[in-house]
Nanobody, 119 residues
Framework: QVQLVESGGGLVQAGGSLRLSCAAS????????KAWYRQAPGKQREFVAS???????NYADSVKGRFTISRDNAKNTMYLQMDSLKPEDTAVYFC?????????????WGQGTQVTVSS
């Protein structure tokens, strides 16, 4: 079964760092990690960061200068390095990618990983 799996979430103190990973599992023929989103309790899912096919990043203003998105195509994995974490960064983080399944590119979402930042 093809799926995206996030990992690396956890509990960290304010000012700390976490590195999230988003990996594809199952039989795929291509991986294009596109973006990270997050959803805090009682709030709508919001954009965090994206990366183009050429590797150019784009960030939400709230994380600019603190978060770094990257992708390793050889490993079919996308990353989100999160530094200088704040309590307001607490949320479930989701990754979004296109996976090539047989001859078709399909949009996939991961199940989410919890990030909790204590003050």
């Amino acid at each position: 079964q093809v799926q995206l799996v996030e990992s690396g979430g956890g509990l960290v103190q304010a000012g700390g760092s976490l590195r999230l990973s988003c990996a594809a599992s199952g039989s795929i023929f291509g991986f294009y990690g596109k973006a990270w989103y997050r959803q805090a309790p009682g709030k709508q899912r919001e954009f965090v960061a994206s990366i183009t096919s050429g590797g150019s990043p784009n960030y939400a203003d709230s994380v600019k200068g603190r978060f770094t998105i990257s992708r390793d195509n050889a490993k079919n994995t996308m990353y989100l390095q999160m530094d200088s974490l704040k309590p307001e960064d607490t949320a479930v983080y989701f990754c979004n990618a296109d996976l090539k399944v047989t001859r078709v590119w399909v949009d996939y979402w991961g199940q989410g990983t919890q990030v909790t930042v204590s003050s």
